[in-house]
């Protein structure tokens, strides 16, 4: 069976092993194995501990290279970056900077950890920060 090929079917069987079995009426027409594809997207998260003698420069220059990969990183769709928000911040645990990027789907992840432009972002990362936490969800679109 090909990609984007749709075939009518009165009752499909999931089977172990990725098999799926098609029927028409009580009649097998068809096994196929089959590849599950997620295109879920993926929330990237990350908390950052700053040190207290991080420049409010650097900080923001972090932020504007975060930024950034939007247009650099494939599969990246969105990306940003802010305090916690007053109401709650006694209950961040000293984390007092996020970054939320959204991407395409989870096989982004590793373009996007690799890609030049997170490791340019990344170094300022390391001057800045004393502790990170990094969290990957997948959700449906």
Known sequence: MSPGLYIRASKVSLLPRNRVLLYLGTEVVSQHR???????????????????????????????????????????????????????????????????????????????ATHPAHLHAHELREQICEDALAYDLEFPG
């Open 34 to 112: 089959f590849i599950v594809i997620s295109n879920m997207p993926v929330y990237h998260i990350v908390l950052f501990k700053t040190k207290s003698s991080a420049p409010q420069e650097v900080l923001d220059e972090f932020a504007r290279r975060a930024k950034a990969m939007v247009t650099q990183v494939p599969g990246l769709l969105k990306v940003d970056v802010n305090s916690p928000l007053l109401a709650t911040k006694h209950r961040a645990q000293g984390y007092d900077m996020g970054l939320v990027a959204i991407l395409e789907k989870a096989e982004d992840l590793t373009v996007y």
